[in-house]
């Protein structure tokens, strides 16, 4: 099997470091000689294309921004942007999406042991989904587990056999990752601003999640806002788990409303689909319609069976339409899935589902 051949661009010589031995730890990923700033970057460039490059933002002589523009106009290759992500940041953090990124990620603090398993965990998967991005022909690899995957048994008890009894009100729960940011502006801009109560689940780092939502707010006719914990679940409003902290559906009589939780990583992320997926069987059955968008791994197919079984609507999106058709992929297979459907037309049949 060929290794995934990643150039690291960064000024900082501490986390060029860091991140190379992260990334050396997987057998499927190979490091080149990391580079100082984008000049030195073009030279390596130059002797040897890498398969995908890791980009800091702020970094002299040029910027990781204009750098990734020239890139994607000269020469295509899958970049991983690697941010600190701070406040003023996540906006530029927004731009590098919008300019053909493939992934965003928090650059790996040095601290606990905890924290850099964390990261590499992280940085190791965004790797490989943007070497199997459609930004050009990459030859599918197999993804060897790198740390223990744990369930959402960790976070929330399977639902019990007995369904939620249906009422009127439906909810909808969404799951997306490697390019899940253009799917959800797709999905969400294209619904009325009545439109029925959308809670999501995007993998994304801590600090990010709130200038997406704010971004997708500004553009969209319903209302879009990073959920807080007991948020209600209304018409009209889509709510996006936090960055770093999982997001359950819950209900006390006949509101909704979401829980914010900490826990580990449930099937290698946090915020999981899983977890979202999971309390939507148990809170609400039969009332609710499950979608899952782009992304790498299996985040979220368990739980899109768990829904199914619970008499939900679920719908994939479908190859065509997805950056990594992964995760769609294995709620497929696992036999969770009612229906695919391309991007566009998931928003319309959404909305004829919940009438």
Same mark, same amino acid.
């Given at each position: 099997m060929k290794k995934i051949k990643v150039l690291i661009v960064d000024d900082s010589a501490v986390v060029r470091q860091t991140m190379a031995e992260i990334l050396a730890s997987d057998?499927? /990923?190979?490091?080149? @000689?990391? @580079?100082g700033d984008p000049f030195i970057a073009a030279e390596r460039m130059r002797e040897e294309v890498p398969d995908v490059i890791t980009l800091d933002v702020e970094m002299p002589r040029m910027d990781g921004i204009t750098f990734l523009r020239k890139i994607m106009s000269q020469h295509p290759i899958p970049v991983v942007m690697c941010s600190t992500l701070t406040e003023g940041g996540s906006e530029t953090a927004m731009k590098a999406l919008e300019y053909g990124a493939i992934e965003i990620i928090q650059k790996?603090?040095?601290g606990t042991k905890q924290f850099l398993e964390e990261s590499r965990v992280r940085i190791c998967d965004a790797v490989k989904a943007a070497s199997q991005a459609r930004i050009r022909k990459i030859t599918p690899r197999i993804s060897k587990e790198i740390a223990p995957k744990l369930s959402a048994d960790v976070i929330l008890e399977k639902p019990g056999s007995h369904a939620m009894i249906q009422t009127t009100e439906k909810i909808v729960v969404v799951g997306a990752s490697t390019g899940g940011t253009e799917a959800l502006r797709v999905f969400l801009e294209a619904f009325p601003a009545d439109c029925p109560p959308i809670v999501i689940v995007?993998?994304?780092?801590?600090?990010?999640?709130?200038a997406f939502a704010q971004r997708l707010d500004g553009i969209c006719r319903i209302s879009v806002k990073e959920a807080a914990d007991n948020?209600?679940? /209304?018409r009209g409003r889509a709510l996006i788990a936090p960055g770093n902290r999982h997001t359950l559906l819950k209900r006390?009589? @006949?509101r909704y409303y979401v829980e914010i939780k900490d826990g580990p990583l449930v099937s290698r992320h946090r915020p999981s689909l899983d977890v979202l997926f999971r309390s939507a069987a148990r809170y609400a059955g039969?009332? @609710?319609v499950g979608v899952i968008m782009t992304g790498m791994g299996d985040d979220g197919a368990s739980g899109m069976r768990e829904m199914k079984d619970a008499g939900a609507i679920t719908i994939a999106q479908d190859e065509a339409s997805c950056v990594v058709f992964g995760m769609p992929n294995e709620a497929v297979?696992?036999?969770?899935?009612?229906k695919v459907l391309s991007l566009e037309a998931i928003a319309a049949d959404v909305l004829r589902i919940c009438g």
């Open positions: 057998p499927q /990923i190979e490091v080149m @000689a990391p @580079a790996p603090k040095l995007q993998h994304m780092p801590e600090g990010f999640t709130r948020d209600t679940v /209304i006390s009589g @006949a039969k009332n @609710a297979k696992r036999g969770g899935v009612t």
